[in-house]
């Protein structure tokens, strides 16, 4: 048995086929990608990696194994997929997953050939454990799937109050013991009417403790996961990671596998992205030249995909009479709440939390009322892309300035 002192679940305990996976180079890799991406460059402590979060949500599996009575090779799936569940994440985290599945296909959580090869692949048949379930554990596939990636998973009990803790934001806090202990399968009528089938909910009482995951993610959102600085970075990361398979022999499958450390080196090291990267290690970011809100942004650009998004940006470069590489436009996915479909057990009736809590609805306008579209740009040619960027979206300009300020906190350096 191996033992871990985690700054947020104090002693870990490994054993069995854990055990033999944390030193297999898949795991090990995730000491080097941080959890956050670029939030560090707006909160400085916030430097933990995947590796910690990976530890942490072993651990609740375990303890949610533990409390729902599952032993034997059904717990050691579930543990293995709980260690390996981010095995596939590339270089920060999620910031540059569209990126690499354009050319791949495939997201963080497809894992099936990485748990197939390698030491990771001999270690899992060596416990006579077949890569491929462990994988569909990982896509949250089938019944035990919902505990590693589903509404109660585990996988956000450990990232909401770790990304609190390392932030020093308040907002991520949550009884994590509370809801392992609550956890229970209970069979529910399928959505097609097909039948029921067991779920994954929480047990009789506890509509505040599945509020609580909700709330903690809603407060998180715009503080840190959406914070402008912690985007623009991103966006500067996410360019150049695209001009990297442009002008280079990087393909998409190797920029998959590279830590954060191999991409920023391949970034320095390639002329037309040198300085881009320049930008990010000396958090000489761009501006905000735009940050509009939700209702002020014409369908046609909520809608707009890659290509539609690249065509918007050369427009707006050109009325705004400066170089392509001046512009990058930012369109945030659609607002979504998935915790909201949470069930719950009421009254011995097992519902959806969107069903049962009148705190749905308000997080869910909140949500809308936090979602921003960006538009950056060199601080020297933020106001004319500013403009520019209006008129080609088809935003109101006078209501443009005032967004923008409203988003810029006037206190704490790091805030700049």
Same mark, same amino acid.
């Given at each position: 048995m191996i033992t871990i002192k985690d700054t947020v679940h104090d002693h870990i305990e490994i054993d069995g086929v854990a055990a033999d996976l944390v030193d297999t180079p898949a795991v090990q890799r995730l000491r080097h990608v941080k959890q956050l991406g670029t939030v560090q460059l707006v909160y400085p402590s916030a430097n933990h990696t995947r590796f910690e979060h990976s530890l942490g949500v072993y651990?609740?599996?375990?303890?949610?194994?533990?409390?729902?009575?599952?032993?034997?090779?059904?717990?050691?799936?579930? $543990?293995?997929?709980?260690?390996?569940?981010?095995?596939?994440?590339?270089?920060?985290s999620h910031n540059i997953e569209a990126l690499t599945h354009r050319h791949t296909g495939k997201y963080h959580d497809d894992v099936d050939e990485l748990l197939h090869e390698g030491e990771v692949g001999a270690v899992l048949r060596d416990?006579?454990?077949?890569?491929?379930?462990?994988?569909?554990?990982v896509a949250g596939e089938g019944t035990y799937?919902?505990?590693?990636?589903?509404?109660?998973?585990?996988?956000?009990?450990?990232?909401?109050?770790?990304?609190?803790?390392?932030?020093?934001?308040p907002y991520g806090t949550i009884d994590t013991g509370r809801f392992v202990r609550e956890l229970t399968f209970t069979d529910v009528?399928?959505?097609?009417?097909?039948?029921?089938?067991?779920?994954?909910?929480?047990?009789?009482?506890?509509?505040?403790?599945?509020?609580?995951?909700?709330?903690?993610?809603?407060?998180?959102?715009?503080?840190?996961?959406?914070?402008h600085v912690a985007r623009i970075s991103k966006a500067i990361l996410r360019r150049a990671a695209s001009e990297l398979l442009s002008a280079s022999e990087t393909t998409a499958t190797e920029l998959r596998r590279m830590d954060d450390h191999d991409l920023l080196s391949a970034l320095r090291g390639c002329g037309e992205t040198a300085e881009l990267c320049r930008r990010y290690d000396e958090r000489d970011l761009y501006k905000l030249a735009v940050w509009a809100e939700y209702d002020d942004v014409p369908e046609r650009v909520h809608e707009a995909d890659h290509d539609a998004e690249r065509a918007l940006e050369r427009e707006i470069a050109s009325e705004a009479d400066v170089d392509r590489d001046s512009v990058i436009l930012d369109v945030p996915p659609e607002p979504s709440m998935r915790e909201s479909t949470a069930r719950v057990?009421?009254?011995? $009736?097992?519902?959806?939390? $969107?069903?049962?809590?009148?705190?749905?609805?308000?997080?869910?306008?909140?949500?809308?009322?936090?979602w921003r579209l960006g538009v950056y740009a060199p601080d020297a040619d933020t106001d004319r892309v500013g403009r520019a960027a209006a008129a080609v979206l088809g935003l109101d300009p006078d209501g443009l300035v005032s967004a923008v300020r409203k988003a810029m906190p006037t206190t704490l350096d790091e805030f700049e």
């Open positions: 651990h609740l599996a375990r303890q949610a194994l533990d409390h729902l009575d599952i032993g034997g090779s059904r717990a050691e799936r579930i $543990e293995a997929a709980a260690l390996l569940h981010d095995v596939g994440h590339g270089p920060f416990h006579d454990l077949d890569p491929s379930r462990i994988a569909e554990l799937g919902a505990l590693i990636s589903g509404e109660l998973d585990v996988d956000r009990m450990d990232y909401l109050v770790r990304d609190a803790y390392h932030t020093g934001v009528d399928g959505d097609d009417a097909t039948g029921s089938t067991p779920a994954l909910v929480l047990d009789e009482g506890n509509v505040q403790t599945a509020e609580s995951l909700l709330l903690a993610r809603a407060l998180m959102n715009p503080v840190v996961y959406t914070h057990t009421v009254s011995g $009736e097992v519902r959806r939390l $969107e069903r049962q809590s009148p705190l749905v609805s308000a997080l869910r306008t909140a949500q809308r009322n936090q």
